[in-house]
Structures are given as C-alpha cells and as structure tokens.
C-alpha cells in the first residue's frame, strides 16, 4: 500500500480542495492521504530525516519502502505533481548524513549518499556494520571494530565500515532488523550476513580467509560474463 504524507506549517484550508482533487483524480490508485502540521509530526520527521525548514512539504512512500519528497510545496502543485509520480517521473528521496569531509578514522564512515561507492564500487573488501548510537551492544564492538581497522591499515584492499542506520536509508541489499548487523562484501559482488566472533582477532581472522584478490574478482567477474542469457522458452502458436 502507498502512504502519502503532508506536513503543512500553516492552516490546511489552502491544501483541502487541493486534497480533494487528488483524491478524485488518483481514486483507483489506493492513495491514503494523512495530514499533519510540524507539532504532531515530530516523529514522523525524525523517521523520514525531514527539516521544518522543508515544511510546508509531501511525501509519499510506496509499497517498496522507496520516498518520494516534494520540498516547499504549494497547493495548486499536488496533483501535478502525483502525475509525476504515477508516470515514473520523479526520483526517489534518501534519508543521508553528510558525506564526511574528513574520513581519517581506520573505521570509515559510511552514509546513504556514498555506500554504493565504498561498498559495491570501490573494489574493495568491505566489513560495513549498521549500527544505533543507543545500541549497547554497537558501543561494545566500536572499539573491537577500530582495533580490526587498524591491524589491517596495511591490506589496501580491505575496508572497515560503519553506517548509522538510524540517520540513513539502509540499502535495499541489506537485511537490517536489529543491531549491530554486519555484513562482508568482496570486490566481486559476494554479499555474506557476518555471525562470526566478535574479538578483533576473529574479524581479521575472517576477512583475511574470506577476502578476495585482484585476481580472484577478475576470474568472478569473468565467470558471470561468460554465463549464457537466460532465452524464452519455446512456445507452441496458437
């Protein structure tokens, strides 16, 4: 089911005939329409990672978990901009801390904006943990994690890596329920859930036996091109 969500600063009468249009014009396309002012949206603007200086705006999220976000709206704009939606037109929103500047530290930080780049693109090595800063249990592995990081400092083509999965849209190839949740991904692809120990001796002892080379991700990835493409079956005419 999609969710559409409007979070206004201002009264509502404005957006009520606007609301209403929407409703008429996209009835058969299960649309619920929620409505809120910045007050009674404080939780719902911490979840989406949503600004009042964004306000008044919408949103909707649809049955993929993907957003769409429309900053600074006006009423007369809504149901354009729901056409937009509906044709494929819009791109959807992420919820991202800032790429950080200075990314010094052996554990590197990860956020939404940049993960595909550090963890499927760089080819590289990469333990990425997604972690909650209230987590009792991610505060006792942060240290083991720097302690991993900086063992291995040496082995360029190993990273370890970190996401705030509260602040950040986690990526749609993650299974993310609890925390920490780690996860070993090799230059070539190979995405492995990490449930081995958590001392910094048996990370490294893990990577080092898991990771792969150069070598080893240019054979994966010749193996996957040589792979014949999947054809139709043949069909009997009718």
Known sequence: ????????????????????GAVEEFSGKDV????????????????????EDQAPLILIQDS???????????????????????????TPFRKS??????????????????VHDVVFKSGKNVLIEFYAPWCGHCKKLAPILDEAAATLQS?????????????????SEFDVQ??????????????????????AD????YIKKNKETAGQAAAADTEK?????ATEPLKDEL
């Open 1 to 20: 089911a999609m969710l559409f969500l409007n979070f206004s600063t201002g009264p509502f009468e404005s957006f009520k005939s606007a609301y209403y």
């Open 64 to 90: 993929d978990s993907k957003k769409f976000l429309k900053e600074q709206v006006e009423a007369g704009q809504i149901v354009a901009w729901l056409k937009d939606y509906f044709d494929g037109k819009l």
């Open 155 to 171: 082995e360029e083509d190993v990273v370890i890596a970190k996401m705030d999965a509260t602040a950040n849209d986690v990526p």
């Open 225 to 229: 091109a040589a792979e014949p493409a």
């Open 178 to 199: 609890g925390y920490p949740t780690l996860y070993f991904v090799t230059p070539s692809g190979k995405k492995v859930s990490y449930e081995g120990g958590r001392t």
């Open 97 to 114: 801390e800032p790429i950080p500047e200075a990314n010094n530290e052996p554990v590197k930080v990860v956020v939404a904006d940049n």
């Open 32 to 51: 619920k329409f929620l409505i809120g002012d910045i007050e009674a949206s404080q939780g719902a603007f911490q979840y989406f990672g949503l600004k």
């Open 202 to 205: 048996e990370i490294v002892d």
